[in-house]
């Protein structure tokens, strides 16, 4: 086989998403909202889901491109049909609740992985066959450091990452032939309202003051001693929509400051 010629250095060129449309979950605040601002920049038209219309009137009027979309994902008919011709999808949107497995209930159980793993199933699958038809397509699903590791009290989040990371990979099979990739993304602890939500039920749970709860628990096992920054998830979701993330696919780009090294 003649060795291929090495290629000159050039610059990156910037992400270039024009013509492209979007689909951004849970995009009314947080890692989502960045997500969205981040891929209009890049041009591409985006279409914002959130069950939040005040989020989401506050995210069109920050930014040119982004098509606000008031949907409660736990209406799976609907979020399929919402993902119909768009060519990259970020599953983002989550809730959490954080209670002792024999406290937890029922139907918030069921109510989180409907939402954070149903719903992304059929977003996938409304979103698939414009992919598949143009030969080309990204499905980003925002995952988590609990998609690579349980904690406790968390029993129905670190189920749906775990099932999310599953799904990833089998889309990822299935659309390399058709030039679709898919991959997640893991962050550590970020600075979102979900998070800061987290703070008075992680106190409670672990017996602690809630001034304690970021030092004690949530970064205990990380190396870097910070919450991730929601436009640090955005990048990582930009680049993997770059062409030089075409290779990249059924796998997870793990931004946790170090915590899944131990």
Not at 52 to 59: S, V
Request: charged share 20%.
């Amino acid at each position: 086989m003649t060795p291929r010629t090495p290629l000159a250095a050039s610059p990156v060129a910037p992400l270039d998403l024009g013509g492209r449309t979007a689909l951004v979950t849970g995009a009314a605040s947080g890692i989502g909202r960045a997500c969205a601002l981040r891929l209009a920049a890049a041009g591409a038209k985006v279409r914002a889901v959130d069950r939040d219309p005040a989020g989401l009137a506050a995210l069109t009027d920050a930014a040119d491109g982004i098509e606000p979309f008031v949907l409660d994902l736990s209406d799976l008919d609907a979020a399929e049909a919402a993902a119909a011709g768009t060519d990259v999808l970020v599953n983002n949107a989550g809730l959490q609740l954080v209670r002792p497995i024999e406290e937890f209930p029922p139907d918030v159980f069921h109510t989180v992985l409907t939402v954070m793993l149903e719903a992304p199933f059929r977003l996938i699958r409304g979103a698939l066959p414009h992919m598949y038809g143009q030969g080309w397509g990204r499905i980003v699903n925002v995952s988590s450091v609990h998609g690579l590791r349980a904690s406790a009290f968390k029993s129905a989040y670190v189920a749906a990452k775990h099932g999310l990371e599953g799904l990833s990979k089998t889309a990822a099979l299935e659309g390399a032939p058709h030039g679709v990739t898919s991959n997640c993304v893991n962050p550590g602890y970020v600075r979102t309202p979900l998070v800061e939500r987290q703070v008075a039920d992680q106190a409670a749970a672990h017996g602690i003051p809630e001034d304690r709860v970021l030092t004690e628990v949530m970064l205990l096992d990380s190396a870097v001693k910070r919450l991730i920054e929601p436009e640090e998830v955005a990048e990582a979701v930009a680049y993997l929509c770059a062409p030089q993330a075409s290779f990249m696919t059924g796998t997870s780009l793990v931004l946790d400051g170090g915590w899944t090294a131990h």
